[in-house]
């Protein structure tokens, strides 16, 4: 220690002045510093460079005293009296100012020692206690130069290879080699080094902590060392190239790309886009988005991308405003840069790029300054102009004028002023005020654009002289006077004319060419669209279309077609189609390329517009615009368009022009690959809940799509067998509960291709190419087939006309009659493959689901009406039969009963049969229906199907007749079981039959069947007879009715017909609420007391509990009908009582509520209110089936 106390000798080394402070020491490298660059030598001692101190070895005493910097005079004096260079006894050195040096020369080990040895003695020393204890201090910034002072302590030099007893310095950075743990004195407990000490877990914890946070710091060092390579791996020429030339996008860097990335994440997570941002940061998995310094970026943060987006107008500057200019430096501007050059620092190391800084920042202001003025000089100019052509006009001879104007071009606006006149001298003053007025307006930063005021340099090229030359001079009478041109102007300024604002301007400007008037209409239509009645604008949508088409400027041109689709707050239909219309003009005008980069923009912007009849809009565009768009986009962009709004828009109708729109689509698009996609589009919209929506999918996008289909050949191998699979699998799952809504949604595309399906096996028939059209073109019937839902389903539109469907149908069914189906590969399809499929699923519908049966019945129906009756008879007729095997000689197989239950047997009859109308059709429809009724009674089968026939059949007056006469021959037939079945169907026929055949069919049968035989045939017209006393208003008929239903109650050899007394208690419920009330009164009431009465007497107990209980559920609909006081004391109270008896013994459930029910018809009896003097009406709480009531 003693060893390394002296500082070194030399008058010109600069000691060490322990009197210094860290802030002199600072001064003193600055000035060191200032020295150094300016090549000052050291002016007395040695005369050593201070350059040369880092290149001495650290034992040279003369060296190891002098610093890497020239030292203060104190500095010097101390130096020389600490080595004895005058001679005098050594002056003694502090232990501070040893420190110090010892520091500032990097002697760190033996800094170290020193501080552990006075620690140790009690003598703690700050200086080297606040250096041992801040982390910085042990590891420079990679950016410091060799030679220069380490952060910890300012000044201190660099001085490496210290005998060892140093650590030594990197060349690069400056960072010293690390131990095997570094801690700071401070960190470290030197109670640890006792022989009580054991936290030895603790201190390491500790230690690794401390280097963690020391390797953070490398990294960071790194990455700057890095920042800055990045920063010049592009060499400056290029970088020039890509400043002087915008177009050429110049290559993101790493650097770059991830601070993008960061802001990116950012904006999404401030706007809540928190999935974007999961799946953003996991795409870019190599970057940590939670600091800002991992980007690598040696620069603080910037703006978020909101703040520099708002901020980019300020800067911007469009390519069509620039011009090539040649710019120059005055001999002045270089003398005013030069004292602002000479204050800036010597220690710069580039002051050429400093000043090519300074010098383009100073141009660019001028710059800006110029511009502000030309415009100003512009506006003038025009002003100017507009008053010579009106003092022309004022017979004013043109030499008057030009005296005020100088025909020479000021120099600093000859480039942008072309040969427009310029303001005199004698106006100078003026143009000054005006350009005063105007600099505060005026900011040169922002786009000319913004004002409309302005008149850009090309467009004032572009205007048309005003000299008399340019077109026949007009002539004006020149007055006969000798006042002078300023008298003459000073009196004109009296007429109220204004040519200074935008208006006057415009105004006094008269337009001689096509493209003057399109710059015009785009300056004017922005400011007259809003002082128009939302009522006519419609009326500008011409003005605004040919404006668009035919101005000049691209964004004059989009703020217009923006102006177009904003035009009207909420369009009505007629305002749409006027739009509609002049987009499709503008589109077959401009070429598919401006269409899409000009018109679809506007459709997307109004996308999720709050208003629907702006949606609708977009949703129409999208169709009209179909053919006039690239293919490319009409399968990417407006198909994906498209669907969005048929996914997530809530209105009916916007989904409806969707699909409209989506057929047009279908229509025009040619890839393949959105087969699928089309595919999966129609299923959506044939399930949408709109029945709007189903239907426009009926009439436009499923043809449209089956044509595109049936080119791509996927009609019969994809199409309908998908559709049918589907239904296949509806059928499977509904065992227990059918989607009905499903059954017909699929059921009905299927009904709507069959139009497409038979144009298919015409176009690919043997004969197809024998149809030449030549002499007569046969007359197709107006019947031959189904009326379609829309054009597009008219089997003549998709062949192409109706002539050339007419040869083919004479050719289809020649060679159906003929020469069959060889070689007729979709015909065949459809004959061994589509109909017995069909017919399975139809074998798989639950007979009692009308809906059901009346879809599939439907589609039979069409199908077999658009294929022809030959067809019919020769291909669907036999399949049907070959699987019903009607003959007597099935009615004991079980097998041949089984497909009789099911719901082919209506689907056949109303479906097949009923296709055409004439009278072996018909005979052949009687003689199935007679033959199922027949089979059916005699086998003991349910009669479902048949019921399900007769109710699909009966639902078209046409066919009463018919059924009458099927029903006929139940009447007359041999079996007491036929005529019992045909009893029952009656009941069903009679609500559809009109009264005339009611009185003159049905009652006569009826009538006969009440005298049959057999008691069960008698008991089976009960029901009809009801249903007929339900029905029916003629007092004939009714007391006809109630004559044989008398008979059956008060003859006495029906006394001890349980069967018969069930069944009039039945339908005496059932029909009794909606009865005549005379006939309820008089016969329905009394008639159900007297079977009470009857019932108490009776002895078999689950006889008299079943008529019982229906007695019950009769009492219980007729409580909720008005009833006389008398009726209600003679006969329904009464019947009530004997009921309750017999729910005593048999039901005490039942008695609890019978006895509330005569509880509450005693109350009313007793207390008449005035509201119904005439009777009472019950109002009970309890439960009764079937309540259904019917006034007076």
């Not at 600069?14 to 660059?37: I, K, M, Q, Y």
């Not at 005013?336 to 383009?360: D, I, M, R, Y």
């Not at 702006?614 to 198909?639: D, F, M, N, Q, T």
């Not at 069409?862 to 099935?890: A, H, M």
Request: glycine share 6%; with cysteine; charged share 25%.
């Amino acid at each position: 220690m003693a060893a390394m106390a002296p500082g070194g000798s030399g008058s010109g080394g600069g000691g060490v002045n322990p009197f210094l402070s860290d802030s002199d020491e600072d001064d003193d490298e600055v000035a060191a510093t200032e020295e150094r660059r300016a090549g000052l030598r050291l002016g007395s001692g040695s005369g050593l460079d201070p350059g040369s101190a880092d290149s001495l070895s650290p034992q040279d005493p003369v060296a190891l005293g002098s610093s890497a910097r020239p030292g203060l005079p104190g500095e010097v004096s101390a130096a020389a009296v600490a080595l004895g260079g005058c001679g005098e006894t050594p002056a003694r050195l502090s232990i501070d100012a040893i420190a110090a040096q010892l520091l500032r020369d990097q002697y760190l080990l033996t800094a170290l020692e020193l501080h552990t040895e006075l620690l140790e003695s009690g003598r703690e020393l700050p200086r080297l206690r606040d250096y041992f204890s801040n982390p910085g201090n042990f590891e420079r910034q990679s950016g410091t130069p060799p030679g220069m002072g380490a952060p910890g302590i300012p000044g201190a030099a660099g001085v490496g290879g210290g005998g060892g007893r140093e650590p030594s310095t990197t060349s690069g950075g400056g960072q010293l080699n690390r131990a095997g743990s570094i801690s700071t004195l401070d960190s470290l407990d030197f109670a640890r080094y006792s022989d009580d000490g054991n936290r030895e877990a603790d201190e390491r914890v500790a230690v690794l902590e401390f280097e963690l946070r020391k390797a953070k710091e490398t990294i960071q060092a790194l990455r700057a060392n890095l920042t800055k390579a990045a920063e010049h791996e592009v060499p400056l020429q290029e970088r020039k190239n890509y400043k002087s030339s915008p177009e050429i996008q110049e290559p993101i860097k790493p650097l770059e790309k991830r601070a993008l990335n960061f802001l990116v994440n950012e904006f999404l997570l401030k706007n809540n886009y928190k999935l974007t941002s999961i799946t953003f940061s996991d795409e870019n998995d190599d970057q940590d988005f939670e600091l800002w310094d991992d980007v690598g970026l040696n620069i603080p943060k910037p703006p978020d991308l909101l703040q520099l987006y708002r901020d980019f107008g300020n800067h911007q500057v469009t390519g069509k405003d620039l011009v090539d200019v040649a710019s120059g430096v005055e001999e002045d501007e270089l003398e005013a840069l030069t004292p602002v050059l000479g204050s800036l620092p010597t220690s710069l190391e580039t002051p050429q790029t400093v000043e090519n800084s300074l010098l383009v920042q100073k141009l660019e202001d001028k710059i800006s300054l110029l511009n502000s003025e030309k415009w100003s000089l512009m506006e003038q100019i025009r002003r100017l102009e507009s008053e010579m052509d009106f003092l022309k006009n004022e017979h004013f001879a043109i030499p008057v004028v030009c005296d005020s104007v100088q025909p020479s071009l000021d120099h600093k606006d000859s480039e942008d002023s072309g040969q427009n006149p310029v303001i005199s001298s004698s106006d100078k003053q003026k143009d000054k005020d005006i350009h005063l007025s105007k600099s505060d307006e005026v900011d040169s930063t922002i786009p000319k654009e913004n004002f409309p005021n302005s008149v850009p340099r090309r467009e004032k090229e572009e205007m048309p002289s005003s000299s008399p030359s340019s077109k026949n001079t007009v002539h004006f009478d020149k007055p006969n006077r000798k006042l002078s041109p300023a008298f003459h102007q000073a009196l004109l300024s009296f007429c109220r004319m204004s040519a200074d604002s935008r208006l006057g301007s415009e105004v006094s400007r008269i337009a001689d060419s096509e493209k003057s008037v399109m710059l015009m209409l785009g300056r004017c239509l922005p400011h007259i669209v809003p002082n128009v009645l939302l009522a006519k604008r419609e009326e500008l949508i011409p003005l605004i279309l040919c404006t668009a088409c035919l101005h000049p400027e691209p964004k004059e041109r989009d703020q217009l077609l923006h102006i177009l689709f904003n035009l009207i707050k909420r369009p009505d239909d007629e305002q749409r189609q006027m739009i509609l219309t002049g987009c499709v003009a503008f589109a077959r005008h401009v070429g598919p390329t401006r269409v899409e980069a000009e018109l679809l923009p506007q459709c997307w912007e109004q996308i999720n517009h709050k208003y629907p009849e702006r949606r609708l809009l977009v949703a129409e565009s999208c169709g009209a615009l179909a053919p006039y768009l690239p293919k490319e986009i009409r399968s990417s962009l407006v198909l994906s368009m498209l669907q969005q709004m048929l996914m997530e828009d809530k209105a009916d109708l916007v989904r409806e022009a969707v699909i409209k729109s989506l057929g047009i689509i279908m229509g025009y698009i040619d890839d393949p690959d959105k087969y699928q996609q089309g595919f999966e589009l129609l299923l959506s919209a044939l399930g949408d809940p709109s029945e709007r929506v189903v239907s426009a999918t009926h009439q436009v996008f499923l043809p449209a799509y089956a044509a595109w289909t049936t080119e791509l050949g996927n009609l019969q191998s994809h199409l309908i067998p998908t559709l049918l699979n589907k239904i296949e699998k509806l059928l499977r799952e509904g065992e227990h509960g059918l989607d009905e809504h499903k059954l017909h949604m699929y059921l009905s595309a299927l009904q709507s291709l069959i139009p497409s399906l038979f144009a298919l096996v015409l176009q690919n028939a043997p004969f197809s190419s024998k149809a030449k059209l030549h002499g007569e073109v046969p007359q197709i019937e107006v019947t031959r087939f189904p009326r379609p839902m829309s054009p597009l389903q008219d089997v003549s539109t998709i062949i192409g006309s109706r002539e050339q469907l007419a040869v083919l149908l004479q050719l289809y069914d020649y060679q159906l009659e003929h020469e069959g189906t060889t070689g007729w590969e979709t015909l065949l399809w459809v004959v061994n493959q589509l109909l017995p499929q069909l017919i399975e699923i139809v074998g798989k519908i639950n007979v009692t689901s009308t809906a059901c049966v009346h879809e599939f019945s439907r589609f039979f129906w069409r199908l077999c009406r658009t294929f022809g009756k030959i067809f019919t008879n020769t291909k669907v007729k036999p399949q049907f039969q070959e699987i019903l095997r009607l003959s007597e000689e099935n009615i004991d197989s079980s097998a041949g009963n089984g497909v009789l239950t099911k719901a082919t047997v209506p689907i056949y009859a109303t479906g097949v049969l009923t296709c055409y109308i004439q009278e072996e059709d018909r005979k052949l429809l009687v003689g199935f229906l007679e033959d199922v009724m027949t089979l059916l009674s005699l086998s003991h089968a349910p009669l479902d199907s048949l019921k399900a026939s007769f109710v699909e059949l009966g639902a078209n007056p046409a066919y009463h007749e018919l059924l009458l006469t099927v029903l006929w021959y139940g009447v007359v037939h041999t079996s007491a079981l036929v005529r019992c079945t045909a009893a029952r169907m009656f009941e069903l026929l009679v609500k559809g039959v009109n009264e005339t055949l009611v009185a003159q069919r049905v009652v006569p049968a009826l009538i006969t069947l009440s005298s049959d035989p057999e008691i069960s045939v008698r008991i089976a017209t009960i029901p009809a007879f009801g249903t007929i006393m339900e029905t029916v208003i003629q007092r004939e008929l009714l007391e006809r009715v109630k004559m044989q239903l008398a008979s059956f109650l008060e003859d006495p050899q029906y006394q001890d017909q349980y069967s018969l007394h069930t069944e009039i208690i039945k339908t005496f419920g059932r029909v009794g609420p909606n009865a005549e009330p005379r006939f309820r009164d008089e016969f329905v009431i009394p008639h159900l007391h007297k079977l009470a009465l009857v019932n108490n007497l009776q002895i078999v107990d689950s006889k008299r509990l079943d008529i019982a209980t229906h007695l019950f559920e009769a009492y219980s609909a007729l409580s909720c009908c008005f009833i006389s006081e008398d009726l209600m004391v003679n006969h329904f109270l009464p019947g009530l009582r004997c009921l309750r008896t017999d729910m005593e013994h048999l039901s005490p459930e039942h008695e609890v509520i019978l006895s509330s029910m005569i509880k509450e018809c005693e109350q009313k009896v007793e207390n008449k209110t005035v509201q119904e003097p005439q009777g009472v009406r019950l109002q009970l709480m309890t439960p009764r089936p079937r309540v259904t009531c019917s006034s007076d």
